[in-house]
């Protein structure tokens, strides 16, 4: 058997605590300390989970991957410094708080050829796997991503909530847009002044497909929606329950003389392909990229493409 990866995780917040339990259950890993300059939050996590605390990023020769779940404000300078020590990066959405930077971040592993993964966690949604297993050709995508709101994120939705599912949408139909419309809301008065509430984005792939994506933070509830249709189905995906539901058309026709509608479809309710959290099925795919056992390459070039659509769904409106 081989020995486990031993992981630094940098960040105890709110998903840093996810990270830490994920990591600590892996059987293929060691949480071997947990980074973050705030003692009281970073030695609890730290003490529950079994791992050494450190208010700053040591020396990181006993380390074989980190993990950053820190604030994306010190993400840049936190993945630089790991990727220059040669050390595997898994590193939360946004990579960097700037296209540049994010640029710059997957270049450098690249030249390294070191494993980089971004947490772009909703790829591994179990409900997403099943339906990336049954489609076949996508030629209409639209996405609903919208939220209460939630002070405590400062940047726009764009990066927030629009980059899961513009990530999907080229996931699913297996290249970049070639065309990138949008439109931005500032609506909400807590809100930082060029932090978007709302984003209304329409994609345009080069066979023709098409992808409308909606991000919100002024919804009353949390809705997490998938449309995908073919020629001859729509797979309809419901994140946050996590299930998918396959709808073909059969026939229609006329009732009551005309004032009532009929019609016939079959509905299928597939099985899902894993139950298992994706978190946890994102960090296994990052330990068989450390372990050299999937690409790295294939995986990096899946990082840049929603970041560069975000960027351009930013930079080509103006405000309301
Ligand atoms: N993948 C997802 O679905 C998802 C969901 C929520 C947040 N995120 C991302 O996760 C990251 C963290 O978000 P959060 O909601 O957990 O934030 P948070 O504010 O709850 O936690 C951030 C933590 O980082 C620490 N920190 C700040 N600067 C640091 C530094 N230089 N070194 C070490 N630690 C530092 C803070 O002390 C804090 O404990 C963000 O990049 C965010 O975009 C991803």
Not at 96 to 113: F, H
Not at 187 to 201: G, I, K, N, Y
Not at 281 to 298: M, P
Not at 301 to 312: F, K
Request: with cysteine.
């Amino acid at each position: 058997m081989t020995a486990p990866v031993r992981v630094a995780l940098i960040g105890a917040g709110t998903m840093g605590s996810h990270h830490a339990r994920v990591i600590a259950q892996s059987p293929r890993a060691e949480l071997a300390l947990l980074v973050d300059p705030r003692q009281a939050v970073g030695t609890e996590v730290a003490e529950r989970f079994g791992a050494e605390w450190a208010p700053e990023l040591p020396d990181l020769a006993e380390i074989d991957a980190v993990v950053v779940a820190a604030a994306t404000e010190a993400h840049y300078e936190l993945a630089v410094r790991v990727l220059n020590d040669d050390t595997a990066l898994l590193i939360e959405k946004p990579v960097a708080d700037s296209l540049a930077k994010t640029r710059e971040i997957v270049a450098l592993a690249e030249t390294r050829d070191l494993p980089l993964v971004c947490g772009l966690l909703e790829r591994y949604n179990p409900a997403v796997m099943t339906a990336r297993a049954l489609i076949e050709h996508p030629l209409h995508i639209t996405a609903a991503r919208h939220s209460p709101y939630a002070p405590r994120i400062r940047t726009g939705v764009a990066w927030d909530l629009l980059v899961h599912d513009v990530d999907l949408a080229i996931n699913l139909i297996g290249s970049a847009p070639t065309s990138v419309e949008s439109r931005l809301g500032y609506f909400h008065p807590d809100s930082a002044e060029s932090a978007e509430d709302v984003a209304e984005t329409l994609l345009g792939f080069g066979d023709g497909a098409i992808a409308q994506v909606s991000a919100s933070r002024i919804g009353q509830r949390k809705i997490r929606q998938l449309s995908i249709n073919e020629a001859e189905r729509l797979i309809e995906v419901d994140l946050l329950r996590r299930d998918v539901t396959v709808y073909h058309h059969v026939s229609e026709n006329l009732v009551d003389e005309g004032r009532g509608y009929r019609q016939q479809t079959v509905i299928e309710i597939p099985e899902l392909v894993t139950s298992q959290e994706p978190l946890t099925t994102q960090f296994s795919h990052f330990l068989d990229l450390v372990e050299g056992t999937s690409d790295a390459a294939a995986e990096r070039a899946t990082i840049l493409p929603p970041h560069e659509v975000i960027d351009a769904a930013i930079a080509k409106t103006g405000r309301g």
